[in-house]
């Protein structure tokens, strides 16, 4: 079907979208799925959900988060929903549409961050981590990488910090302020947007403090001899974290991994704890791991930095360790060992280091070369597409694309 050709009565599609980024990126997929002949609609579970939609095809819930299950499946069986989009599989509200979703044969299809970044979005059926369809079995992913070009890697969008915040702002605080509209509604967020707020405001306020310590801190690691090896912490509220990990929070993956190198490095090598560059500072995590870490005994070879240059300190590090986040991707884009303690897609033999964890701080090695190439290649061509969720560029490039793979172009 080309892009001037309307699908025939048969071809024609319902694209069903819930909770996306708070950006226009789904507003403008579905204005060019309405263009290439689809039929599109969106439920709104809150005010903000409703101002990031704008468009016509919205159907607004306000009912309770236990009828919510019947309701959409209903919407979706009255509609003929062919094809369900959405971002946070593990939403509760979103958990209960995908079940519904299988039961009634419809696609599922979520969006995320890009497994790739800076200026890439994840495009995948099914899921991410535990539920990502990508292959885990070498054999598989280098069979199914041949012949797919080398990621297109030089950066094309570029969104700025203000643009995130300003679409965070337009869709939060109207729920925060406009509750009523929709009485029944239960956040998914483990904080307040407020209390959020006021965490971002106060680490602001200690930006360049932080820069200096992190500074100092990667050159002395970088300029010393000792090994080190780096730890670069996820947000406490990512799913990623949440639902695809042995833990239920950040504060138990710290102990295990503390207590791992404590217990089992060589004396002579460090750990480097890189704060997430999102985190909005409501917890000390500097203060919890020099809590743990003197606890541990171990309080002299750990450091924590809030800021600071993951590319060159992983460029120096002995290897990566990571609950399972897309840091990893950074290490194996410089050959360096990776260990993960969560589901992710790249937990694959030959890909990340096969043993415990205890073993990872004695003997890393890395990658195997032509799996390594193979995984990037496979994961560019079918499970990313370029662009961003907040400036107009990266939006509107990534709209185009996932309209493109979802007409079946």
């Known amino acids: 079907?080309?892009?001037?050709?309307?699908?025939?009565?048969?071809?024609?599609?319902?694209?069903?979208?819930?909770?996306?980024?708070?950006s226009p990126l789904f507003a403008k997929c579905a204005a060019r799925l309405e263009q290439l002949g689809h039929r599109c609609l969106r439920i709104n579970l809150n005010i903000g959900d409703r101002?990031?939609?704008?468009?016509?095809?919205?159907?607004?819930?306000?009912?309770?988060?236990?009828?919510?299950?019947?309701?959409?499946?209903?919407?979706?069986?009255?509609?003929?929903?062919?094809?369900?989009?959405?971002?946070?599989?593990?939403?509760?509200?979103?958990?209960?549409?995908?079940?519904?979703?299988?039961a009634l044969s419809i696609d599922v299809h979520v969006i995320e961050m890009g497994y790739l970044r800076p200026d890439w979005v994840t495009f995948e059926?099914?899921?991410?981590?535990?539920?990502?369809?990508?292959?885990?079995?070498?054999?598989?992913?280098?069979?199914?990488?041949?012949?797919?070009?080398?990621?297109?890697?030089?950066?094309?969008?570029?969104?700025?910090?203000?643009?995130?915040?300003?679409?965070?702002?337009?869709?939060?605080?109207?729920?925060?302020?406009?509750?009523?509209?929709?009485?029944?509604?239960?956040?998914h967020a483990l904080f307040h947007p407020l209390a959020e707020y006021a965490g971002w405001c106060l680490r602001?306020?200690?930006?360049?403090?932080?820069?200096?310590?992190?500074e100092a801190v990667t050159e002395r690691l970088l300029g010393g001899k000792d090994a080190f090896f780096v730890y670069p912490l996820q947000l406490q509220t990512d799913y990623q974290l949440r639902a695809h990990s042995p833990f239920d929070d950040q504060q138990a993956a710290i102990s295990t991994i503390l207590s791992s190198f404590a217990a089992h490095a060589p004396p002579?090598?460090?750990?480097?704890?890189?704060?997430?560059?999102?985190?909005?500072?409501?917890?000390?995590?500097?203060?919890?791991?020099?809590?743990?870490?003197?606890?541990?005994?171990?309080?002299?070879?750990?450091?924590?930095?809030?800021?600071g240059n993951l590319d060159r300190l992983i460029e120096g590090a002995a290897g990566l360790v990571t609950v399972n986040s897309t840091a990893a991707l950074a290490a194996f884009r410089r050959h360096k060992p990776v260990k993960p303690l969560g589901s992710a897609i790249?937990?694959?033999?030959?890909?990340?280091?096969?043993?415990?964890?205890?073993?990872?701080?004695?003997?890393?090695?890395?990658?195997?070369?032509?799996?390594?190439?193979?995984?990037?290649?496979?994961?560019?061509?079918?499970?990313?597409?370029?662009?961003?969720f907040s400036s107009d560029a990266g939006t509107s490039?990534?709209?185009?694309?996932i309209a493109a793979r979802l007409a079946g172009r």
């Open 346 to 388: 790249f937990d694959t033999p030959g890909l990340s280091y096969p043993g415990p964890l205890d073993a990872f701080w004695k003997d890393p090695f890395p990658a195997d070369r032509a799996l390594e190439d193979a995984f990037f290649r496979l994961l560019a061509s079918d499970y990313q597409v370029r662009g961003n």
């Open 268 to 307: 002579g090598h460090r750990l480097l704890v890189k704060v997430h560059p999102l985190d909005n500072g409501l917890i000390d995590w500097g203060g919890h791991i020099a809590t743990e870490a003197r606890r541990l005994g171990v309080d002299g070879r750990i450091d924590v930095i809030d800021g």
């Open 204 to 214: 602001l306020l200690r930006t360049k403090r932080a820069k200096r310590h992190a």
């Open 1 to 22: 079907m080309s892009a001037a050709t309307p699908p025939g009565r048969d071809d024609r599609r319902t694209f069903l979208f819930l909770q996306g980024p708070s």
């Open 125 to 187: 059926r099914d899921g991410v981590s535990s539920n990502s369809r990508f292959p885990r079995v070498p054999e598989r992913i280098l069979s199914a990488a041949e012949g797919l070009p080398e990621p297109d890697w030089p950066q094309r969008y570029r969104q700025t910090f203000l643009a995130e915040a300003g679409y965070d702002l337009i869709y939060n605080l109207p729920n925060v302020f406009f509750w009523f509209l929709y009485p029944h509604y239960r956040r």
């Open 51 to 102: 101002l990031s939609w704008r468009r016509p095809g919205g159907t607004n819930y306000r009912g309770r988060p236990e009828d919510w299950p019947a309701f959409v499946s209903r919407f979706m069986q009255e509609n003929a929903v062919t094809h369900l989009l959405l971002l946070g599989e593990e939403r509760p509200y979103h958990k209960a549409a995908i079940r519904a979703a299988g």
């Open 397 to 401: 490039a990534a709209a185009e694309a």
